[in-house]
DNA sequence: ACCGACTCTGCAAAGGATTGCAGAGTTTCA
DNA sequence: TGAAACTCTGCAATCCTTTGCAGAGTCGGT
């Protein structure tokens, strides 16, 4: 039933060769030809078999991108970002899910290899070791992680983590207590290397932690913050500066009158939560596109030069209603 | 580099025939012989090449699934369950996001036609004539999208609205807002068909709208809600619902105290939101998984016998903080 | 001892596309 | 006018699997 090249050479009174061409290689054919094979197929509404194609050329026209966890927020959006450029780079994505689970991870990559040109690990929790089985199954990018010799992107924080320093010290903020994430993550020690270049004089940081990136661990975190007798949080992410918030609330700490709040990832729920959260935003769609960008580079590329193997994506600080002015003491 | 089933038949000293059978036809070759062919095939660690099975036996193994919107959170969820599912009845799963742009998914749906064996189309924004220049390509199941013949899994909002006017007239509501959502989408329709069915004596129900499904739709919302004096609002979703709470927020209508707030669909950022959101949860990674049962089913049933070509899901009201007693009027 | 029924295996033909090679025309230039 | 150089097209091999068909053994039964 569906239409084949073979169908479309037969309606068009040519070989096969030639409506491939016309497809593929277009000025090896005459242009009144082409025009013709052209038409015909799309008359016949053809559309070539991707996999045949594959099978001599030994490209897929696919790829893969593996997520840690759909229902964080955070990935969703650079998944968007992945699939449109994707999309214009006429490539089709595969999409996985591993569950937080660096061995279903691998699982994934290697069930993957065969029928794409390359896979997209986004914050992979791979441990090096396990990264080491799935190198070389096919071509790895990565996102927030760096990897000797993989391209990658990654999402800096150092620069949005300066910037939520200035801005609660100009609020009057002499000592901040900074919630860690994930002691692993890649993404946290960037914001802790972000931490130390914006040390200040004025600024006392008490580092706490780590907690979860979540929701829940929010509450914990709260309480121990409170303890400590800061006048202001900047939590690993805004899940968990959410859970804080909202233990602030069930304290009767109000925000930003007693405790200013500061996340990061500025995800969609950030700015509709009461007060909507000050928070650092990553530029997640972007940093999908960026992926895409890098593996189409490492696929077409000779080779010989590695063109660029790593693009740092910059972040910016969001004011929302969740910082205010240091309290009194 | 890659190995083919060639080089495993060479290795295990067999025909190609026999490792093929090995894999697909186990009972057509003797224990013993296809014991040291497996061996031999994961100690080379060969995988069969998809796209070439796929040639042959006009199944690819894949099937496609597309939303409208990633960043959206109600999608993720559900892409959630389909990805799960697809994983164990091994299927890989094509992404795509259509931008709610039904030409796209036009576009989209073709595209894939030739590489899956069906497509899940999510809450479809296609209008019923655009839908059917893609019936026909390939096997299509849809999620929350009533079409004639095709399979379809609902999340049917009827008993969840009914819980919800329960619940509100329980708490001493006589006049109660339903905030609709779009027109055209069946998710609204099957919202209000649950409020005529939920229809009391002693409760008067003030249809407003439609609004856009989302956050920034809230406030006009909310404004039209005071005016009709109702006591109690119920939103078309959860997005729309917080959206009203920020702006009764900022008007400083307390919530439960002067006006209680129902949502749907359960987002994760409903619990997170002050006060936690009272809602009709619904079931988007069951839904995920269903859709996928069914396309399995279409594709693997004789055709002879259709199956189930649809599931209904009900749903759960959630009571958390954003409903109370009626203020007195 | 022979025949039919079985079990297992291999040969070879698909399946839909790409591509090296060669042939058929056409043009250029001496 | 003839040879060389081009341009365009077609033939046929190839990619990796699956599968219909047939052949080679084995076994049981008569």
């Known amino acids: 039933m569906p239409v084949t090249i073979q169908d479309v050479a037969r309606e068009a009174g040519v070989s096969v060769s030639t409506v491939s061409r016309a497809f593929t290689v277009p000025d090896l054919v005459k242009d009144e030809t082409r025009q013709h094979v052209l038409h015909t197929a799309e008359r016949l509404g053809y559309r070539p078999n991707r996999a045949a194609r ?46 937080e689970n660096a061995t279903e991870e691998i699982a994934l990559v290697q069930a993957m290899a065969k029928q794409v040109d390359g896979v997209i690990l986004c914050s992979s929790r791979m441990s ?34 300066r910037q939520a320093i200035d801005h609660l010290a100009a609020l009057g903020h002499r000592r901040v207590a900074f919630l860690n994430g994930p002691k692993a993550s890649w993404s946290n020690r960037e914001r802790r290397r972000g931490l130390r270049h914006s040390a200040r004089h004025d600024m006392e940081i008490v580092e706490l932690g780590p907690f979860a990136p979540r929701f829940e661990a929010g509450p914990h975190a709260a309480d121990l913050a409170i303890a400590e007798g800061v006048t202001a949080i900047i939590a690993f992410n805004d899940l968990l500066a959410l859970g804080v918030m909202s233990r602030l609330a069930d304290r009767g700490v109000s925000v930003p009158g007693e405790m200013s709040v500061v996340g990061f990832d500025d995800i969609p729920m950030a700015g509709m939560a009461t007060p909507p959260l000050t928070t650092v935003a990553m530029q997640n769609e972007r940093a999908g596109r960026a992926a895409v960008d890098l593996l189409v580079n490492l696929l077409t590329v000779s080779g010989a030069e590695a063109g660029d193997l790593r693009r740092e994506l910059d972040c910016q600080l969001i004011v929302r209603a969740s910082t205010g002015v240091a309290a009194r003491s």
Chains 1, 2 share one sequence.
């Open 54 to 99: 594959g099978l001599i050329t030994g490209k897929t026209g696919n790829f893969g991108v593996i997520v840690p966890d759909l229902s964080n927020p955070f990935f969703p959006t650079v998944l968007k970002g992945v699939q449109a450029r994707a999309r214009e780079a006429d490539y089709a994505v595969f999409l996985a899910d591993c569950d």
């Open 128 to 161: 090096p070791s396990q990264l080491e089985r799935v190198v070389g199954t096919t071509s790895l990018v990565f996102i927030n992680r760096q990897v000797r010799d993989h391209p990658t992107v990654l999402m800096g924080a150092a620069g949005g983590m």
